[in-house]
Each structure stands twice: as C-alpha cells, then as structure tokens.
C-alpha cells in the first residue's frame, strides 16, 4: 500500500524545461516540497550540474552543497532537491556570483547573472491579504512566504519588492493597466509587456491581454501574469532578449545574420 508521497521521478515524466536528456539515465531528481511547485521549479541539482556546470556528477553536488557554499535567497540551503523558482536568488559567494531565475521566451528557466544591488531583492507576487488573530493582517506570497502588517493599499496580484536580509517590504507595484509584466505560465511564458486591459469573466478565468515592445498583442490567464516594474521600466534585469518572442523565420535569419558577421 502506497503511503505518501512518490520519492521517485522517471527521467521522461519530468518536466521538459529541466532539458535532461532522454537516455541520461531512468530517474531525474524529485524536487523536494518547497516555496515553489515541483513542475514550476529547478532542483539545486540541476542548477550546480546541468546549468553551471560546476560538478560532473550527484555526489559532487551533495560536496559542494554540504561546504554551505550555495545561498537561495540569502539563506544556506543544502538540500540538494530544494526547488528554486522564479525569480529566486541563487548566491555562490566563493565565486562571487548570483544569479536570478528567470524564463526566457521558450518558457525555460534562465540563469540571469546579477550584480550586487540588485541580488539584495526580489520580487514576490501577492496570492491574498487576510486577517489573522486579533485583527492582524497578513499577505501570502506567491513563493510560501507569510508577512505581517503590509501596506494596506497593497492586495491580491500586485507584487512586492523584498528586501532580503530584512524579510521587509520595501516597495510594491499595483497590478494596473500600463505596468510591465513577464508571464509565467501557459504558451506565452517568458514574454515580457505592458497590460493593455484586464477582462473579467464570472465563472471562468480572467483574462488580461498584454503587448510587448515591438508591438505584438497576445492574451493569457490572469494568474499566469507577474507585474515587474511600474510603467515600461521593469524592476529587474531581463536576460538575453528581453522577454520578446521571435517567429521561427525571424529566429533564423538572426542566426544567420550571427553566423555571417562571425
């Protein structure tokens, strides 16, 4: 009789953004339970191995994660499953380096190199504000994390900006028509626009339609929207591209283009 939860995770069931390749092995690894979901995450694992290239096998990891040299969101982390998500802080500080997940316009996670001032933060969108004992209110984050006494002007899909060492809220942006937003979910994940409306539907999902710098219009589901900065100036450094979604035909003729001035 099975009781719990599955400790195992076969290599083709997982998810197709970790690009593990098909005869790498029967198994990947099974995100622990954590801030982020299993299929929205990126195990430590994976991060230090596939991405970074920093170790050539499982055990070599579990080294350099038990030395606590690895850092997510300003705190040690030594399992090696633990599932960072979007826009987590990924810290190396025996490199000197950090690094902010983010997706690019494939839907897959990137690792964005980042300076100082800016790995001090992060982003964090509010799922819902409540009232807890004695008439305190709180908010829920998108990534597990319960704060106290908000801003009473900040509610349920405006994001806030974290300070890191602190655990205090140090600005937000209201989820408004005009605010850019890079989405994190669906067909569209990883294109990064301004919220041109916001459709309410009763009984279904809400919709907000969204069009990038170059023009493009494209709509999706109102959860799978995150604002990240106010206006069209984001909060955050975008990777490679800017969050704008090239055809297949475009995507080529840039490679070309690459490939010619090489």
């Not at 050539?56 to 850092?71: D, G, K, N, P």
């Not at 655990?167 to 605010?179: A, C, L, M, R, S």
Request: proline share 5%.
């Amino acid at each position: 009789m099975a009781r719990g939860l599955k400790k195992h995770l076969k290599r083709l069931n997982a998810p197709k953004h970790w690009m593990l390749d098909k005869l790498g092995g029967a198994f990947a690894p099974k995100p622990s339970s954590g801030p982020h979901k299993s299929r929205e995450c990126l195990p430590l694992i994976l991060i230090l191995r596939n991405r970074l290239k920093y170790a050539l096998t499982f055990r070599e990891v579990i080294a350099i994660l038990m030395q606590r040299h690895v850092l997510v969101d300003g705190k040690v982390r030594t399992d090696r499953t633990y599932p960072a998500g979007f826009m987590d802080v990924v810290q190396i500080p025996k490199t000197n380096e950090s690094f902010r997940l983010l997706y690019d316009t494939k839907g897959r996670f990137r690792l964005h190199s980042v300076r100082d001032e800016e790995s001090k933060f992060k982003l964090c969108k509010v799922r819902s504000v409540q009232f807890g004992q004695k008439g305190i209110p709180y908010l829920n984050t998108f990534d597990g994390r319960t704060i106290r006494y908000p801003d009473p002007l900040i509610k349920a899909n405006d994001t806030i900006k974290l300070d890191l060492e602190t655990n205090k809220i140090t600005d937000f942006i209201k989820f408004d028509v005009g605010n850019v937003v890079m989405v994190t979910g669906g067909r569209n994940r990883g294109r990064v626009g301004v919220i041109k409306n916001r459709e309410k539907h009763k009984g279904n999902f809400d919709t907000c339609h969204v069009q990038d710098s170059l023009g493009h219009e494209f709509a999706t589901r109102m959860g799978n929207v995150f604002t990240i900065g106010k206006g069209t100036k984001p909060w955050v450094s975008l990777p490679k591209g800017k969050g704008i979604k090239l055809t297949i035909i475009e995507e080529a003729r840039k490679r070309l283009t690459a490939q010619t001035a090489a």
